[in-house]
């Protein structure tokens, strides 16, 4: 198999390389040139298979022989030990048919935890055996990070830096990356906003040169198709957990760079029922007002008490393009330089595909407070507000109540205790024992102007 670029400017890569890369030179996302099929029959017998071995079989055909398979199986099932629940992704059922799969019972209490814990094992997998050593930048408005932290604490041959906003994350967030210590793991404290850090990162991958000459940036936001690529696998899992590949479900999926919900879509391509999916949005909307009404034009950023959805510029919905358009690079160009001078509009065809699958939802913050308030009292189930979100849209967008509706809960609540107490809970939410000496531990990190040479200086020093 090939990783291609969308914008069909870039020579197609092999699996290591792909991992090991951020966007494509073109300016493109990386996506296999083919997408794998499995038959019912095939899905399926996979149904009593545990969560490390039905990865498994989601995730070899896009690894391709690249790694061989006992490898592969052994960094699976070494990536999910640290999941604090023998189910890995639990499915609670709240209402009649209405379910909740819970992805935070990783070491970061959020769903990235599944692609990120997996993304370290692979990287260190691949440097040891090329014996390459890399470097990792990212920036994060707080889930990201500390995923990206924990999965590449391990690793040996990796230096990894992540840019966050100084004084501009949750105090929890931000404890989880910086009370991580090991040599290899540096947190900047950029004096600026989420959308600076960006740049900085941005900046830094298309000009390399201040990096010493056998060192490159890898990227661990979803651009990385490993992040897409392991969330695959808990479509397939939920599914099996409810009747599937003979009964459909649905899945509302609360989103913000569209990954989590793109490998809803790829699980759907590659031959799991499934009927709906759910875009369930924060205020910033620009993902519902494009299915729903073609509007695809930026607005300025809202903080939201759904932070980690607070995003303009979804970079994944440019990988769901590319299939929508048959795969016409040209055409792809065109339209995100359309979206990039803030007018971005979908042809009638390509939309009416997309909403045979998708429907989407905008919840703004109250309403969201109100979700979680309801059902804590009336279940007794407390929802992060993301989850809240997803939770709210799946109401809304249903179309018939034969098939399982399962929400994405993409947060444990104590991550998020302005929402939550916003919500009526009577005091911070609980953190799960494995984290609760959390405000106990020793922080580390470094507050940088937001400052080229400063940031690249403190790289360079650190490598
Ligand atoms: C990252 C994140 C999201 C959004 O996921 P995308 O893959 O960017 O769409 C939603 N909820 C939580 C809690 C997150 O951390």
Same mark, same amino acid.
């Given at each position: 198999?090939?990783?291609?670029?969308?914008?069909?400017?870039?020579?197609?890569?092999?699996?290591?390389?792909?991992?090991?890369?951020?966007?494509?030179?073109?300016?493109?996302?990386?996506?296999?040139?083919?997408?794998?099929?499995?038959?019912?029959?095939?899905?399926?017998?996979?149904?009593?298979?545990s969560?490390?071995?039905?990865?498994?079989?989601?995730?070899?055909?896009?690894?391709?022989?690249?790694?061989?398979?006992?490898?592969?199986?052994?960094?699976?099932?070494?990536?999910?030990?640290?999941?604090?629940?023998e189910?890995?992704?639990?499915?609670?059922e709240?209402?009649?048919?209405?379910w909740?799969?819970?992805l935070?019972?990783?070491?970061?209490?959020?769903?990235?935890?599944?692609?990120?814990?997996?993304?370290?094992?692979?990287?260190?997998?691949?440097?040891?055996k090329?014996?390459?050593?890399v470097?990792?930048?990212?920036?994060?408005?707080?889930?990201?990070?500390?995923?990206?932290?924990?999965?590449?604490?391990?690793?040996?041959?990796?230096?990894?830096?992540?840019?966050?906003?100084?004084?501009?994350?949750?105090?929890?967030?931000?404890?989880?990356?910086?009370?991580?210590?090991?040599?290899?793991?540096?947190?900047?404290?950029?004096?600026?906003?989420?959308?600076?850090?960006?740049?900085?990162?941005?900046?830094?991958?298309?000009?390399?040169?201040?990096?010493?000459?056998?060192?490159?940036?890898?990227?661990?936001?979803?651009?990385?198709?490993?992040?897409?690529?392991?969330?695959?696998?808990y479509?397939?899992?939920?599914?099996?957990?409810?009747?599937?590949?003979n009964?459909?479900?649905?899945?509302?999926?609360?989103?913000g760079?569209?990954? $989590?919900?793109?490998?809803?879509?790829?699980?759907?391509?590659?031959?799991?029922?499934?009927?709906?999916?759910?875009?369930?949005?924060?205020?910033?909307?620009?993902?519902?007002?494009?299915?729903?009404?073609?509007?695809?034009?930026?607005?300025?950023?809202?903080?939201?008490?759904?932070p980690?959805? $607070?995003?303009?510029?979804?970079?994944?919905?440019?990988?769901?393009?590319?299939?929508?358009?048959?795969?016409?690079?040209?055409?792809?160009?065109?339209?995100?330089?359309?979206?990039?001078?803030?007018?971005?509009?979908?042809?009638?065809?390509?939309?009416?595909?997309?909403?045979?699958?998708?429907?989407?939802?905008?919840?703004?913050?109250?309403?969201?407070?109100?979700?979680?308030?309801?059902?804590?009292i009336?279940?007794?189930?407390?929802?992060?507000?993301?989850?809240?979100?997803?939770?709210?849209?799946?109401?809304?967008?249903?179309?018939?109540?034969?098939?399982?509706?399962?929400?994405?809960?993409?947060?444990?609540?104590?991550?998020?205790?302005?929402?939550?107490?916003?919500?009526?809970?009577?005091?911070?939410?609980?953190?799960?024992?494995?984290?609760?000496?959390?405000?106990?531990?020793?922080?580390?990190?470094?507050?940088?102007?937001?400052?080229?040479?400063?940031?690249?200086?403190?790289?360079?020093?650190?490598?």
């Open positions: 198999m090939k990783y291609v670029s969308t914008r069909g400017g870039s020579e197609p890569k092999g699996f290591e390389d792909v991992i090991l890369t951020g966007l494509a030179p073109d300016g493109g996302l990386f996506v296999p040139d083919a997408i794998p099929q499995f038959s019912q029959d095939e899905i399926a017998s996979w149904e009593n298979l969560y490390q071995e039905l990865a498994l079989k989601v995730i070899t055909p896009f690894v391709d022989g690249a790694i061989p398979n006992e490898d592969l199986r052994d960094l699976i099932f070494e990536s999910y030990k640290t999941f604090r629940h189910d890995i992704a639990p499915l609670v709240l209402d009649d048919d209405e909740v799969l819970e935070f019972h990783g070491p970061t209490l959020a769903f990235k935890d599944f692609a990120l814990q997996f993304l370290g094992n692979l990287f260190d997998y691949i440097l040891k090329r014996n390459q050593k470097v990792v930048m990212g920036a994060t408005s707080g889930d990201t990070g500390s995923a990206a932290i924990e999965g590449c604490r391990h690793c040996e041959n990796l230096d990894i830096f992540i840019l966050h906003p100084h004084q501009r994350v949750s105090d929890v967030q931000r404890r989880q990356m910086t009370t991580v210590q090991a040599a290899n793991i540096h947190n900047i404290a950029l004096k600026g906003n989420f959308d600076d850090c960006q740049n900085m990162v941005k900046a830094s991958f298309s000009d390399q040169s201040f990096l010493p000459e056998d060192r490159q940036l890898v990227a661990v936001n979803s651009i990385n198709w490993a992040r897409i690529m392991a969330q695959i696998v479509y397939f899992w939920a599914s099996l957990r409810l009747g599937g590949p009964q459909a479900v649905s899945f509302s999926v609360p989103t760079n569209f990954g $989590d919900i793109f490998a809803g879509y790829l699980a759907h391509k590659m031959g799991l029922p499934i009927k709906q999916l759910i875009i369930a949005t924060n205020q910033n909307d620009i993902l519902h007002r494009c299915i729903s009404n073609n509007d695809h034009t930026t607005k300025p950023l809202e903080q939201s008490l759904a980690s959805m $607070d995003i303009m510029i979804s970079s994944n919905f440019e990988r769901l393009l590319f299939d929508l358009y048959h795969h016409d690079s040209e055409e792809i160009t065109r339209l995100m330089s359309d979206s990039k001078a803030g007018d971005m509009r979908l042809s009638d065809s390509a939309l009416v595909m997309a909403r045979e699958l998708f429907s989407s939802f905008r919840c703004d913050d109250s309403d969201m407070v109100e979700v979680i308030r309801k059902t804590n009336e279940k007794d189930y407390l929802l992060d507000p993301h989850t809240a979100i997803g939770l709210l849209a799946a109401r809304n967008c249903r179309i018939d109540h034969d098939t399982p509706m399962v929400t994405l809960a993409t947060a444990h609540p104590a991550k998020f205790p302005e929402a939550v107490k916003k919500a009526g809970y009577p005091r911070d939410p609980e953190l799960p024992s494995h984290v609760a000496d959390l405000f106990d531990r020793d922080e580390y990190f470094t507050v940088l102007d937001d400052d080229q040479n400063q940031v690249h200086q403190f790289m360079k020093d650190n490598i």
